[in-house]
């Protein structure tokens, strides 16, 4: 099993997916770049540093992770960076510093093991569950928190 | 035969004294050092200054919600007791939360310049470990309680780091979630005072 843990300031936070114990070795390996999105609605500062704001106060920084094939193997873990907070509707010009915003965490998951696909799984919450196909695109994968 | 009877009482008699040193050393917060450790019962505030003299909340301030809870070395405290006669601010905090400490730190300086304001962390329940190393590396000689979340709800705190004023009589003055400017608390503290 992999074990992620929080990489250097420079990396914002990102997760990086350890190399160094790994089982499998040969087995094709995949990339994966997730947007975890807490739709708190919390009134924040955009760009500040955030955790989840109640009911979402579980995902935060430290906070464990796990990510898992279909079939329920734990694939890699981890613990949760700080997030940021981003502006809950951009089509809204709030005219305030102080705006309704979501806290989002960036997630980088290198050597990952190619599954069908996968669930990230939270202290609490439901799983999110996405595809193997949906890590194909330049973008990051959003998943909003539930 | 009396005295092998009374060889393992007194083996006895040794264990269980020893066992109760180990327990008041283990009550003691496990600090052989004899050290106070920060944030507990050392940092509570003494009385009010018999010079200091504050006054009275605005009749139309909502009253502060009062709650009990356990400093993180296990000393029980009482908020209205400490609001009774004096400011009090409330900063709720977290060990996982990278920007409290800089704010708790600011706080602080504000409060540190204004004899008889007291402050009192506030930390999750499921943080107490954490708090703990949170308020050694502070070191800032103010309480840090373990609230839980009926206090963090009954002040509608959603995210630390937040900020409470409370005036002397338990009124709500102001709660800045995200924090406070220095300058803004400094305002708002000094408006209680008698005589500023």
């Known amino acids: ?22 089982g499998g070795g040969g087995e094709d390996t995949v990339e994966a ?5 807490v739709p708190d609605n ?18 935060r920084p430290g906070a464990s992770f ?16 700080a997030g940021r907070a ?22 980088e998951l290198e050597g990952l093991p190619e599954r069908p696909g996968y669930r990230l799984r939270l202290p609490e919450g439901r799983p999110l569950a996405f595809d193997r196909s949906d890590l194909s695109g330049d973008e990051p994968l959003m998943l909003l928190v539930q | 035969m009396s005295n092998r009877l009374r060889r393992p009482r007194r083996a006895c008699v040794l264990l269980v004294a020893l066992a109760l040193g ?32 504050f006054r009275a909340p605005p009749d139309d301030a909502p009253p502060a919600p009062d709650f009990s809870a356990d400093l993180i070395d296990g000393t029980p405290v009482t908020a209205s007791d400490l609001w009774d006669d004096r400011p009090v601010v409330l900063m709720f905090t977290a060990s996982w ?19 008889g304001v007291a402050l009192l962390g506030i930390v999750p329940a499921d943080d107490a470990q954490g708090a703990r190393e949170y308020a050694e590396e502070l070191g800032l000689g103010y309480p840090v309680a373990v609230g839980d979340e009926r206090v963090w709800l009954s002040y509608a705190v959603r995210e630390p780091p937040t900020v409470v004023l409370v005036a002397p009589e338990g009124k709500v003055l102001r709660g800045w979630p995200g924090g406070v400017e220095t300058p803004v608390l400094a305002e708002r503290l000094d408006e209680l005072f008698q005589g500023r």
């Open chain 2, 97 to 115: 939360c990278e920007r409290c400490a800089d704010v708790h730190r600011r706080v602080a300086e504000v409060v540190d310049e204004r004899e």
């Open chain 1, 33 to 37: 770049h997730l947007r975890l999105v």
């Open chain 1, 66 to 81: 796990t990510l898992e094939a279909p079939d329920g193997t734990v694939l890699a873990d981890g613990e949760l960076p």
């Open chain 1, 1 to 22: 099993m992999n074990r992620a843990r929080p990489a250097a300031a420079s990396l914002a936070g990102a997760v990086l997916l350890g190399l160094a114990g790994c």
């Open chain 2, 22 to 53: 180990l327990l008041a050393a283990g009550c003691a917060g496990g600090d052989s050092s004899g050290e106070e450790s920060h944030g507990g019962a050392a940092d509570l505030p003494g009385p009010v200054p018999a010079e200091v003299a």
């Open chain 1, 86 to 107: 981003e502006n809950a509707d951009p089509s809204i010009d709030w005219g305030v510093e102080r705006i309704p915003t979501v806290c989002v965490m960036e997630l």
């Open chain 1, 42 to 59: 919390n009134i924040r500062v955009e760009g500040v540093e955030c955790a989840g704001a109640r009911p979402f106060d579980y995902v």
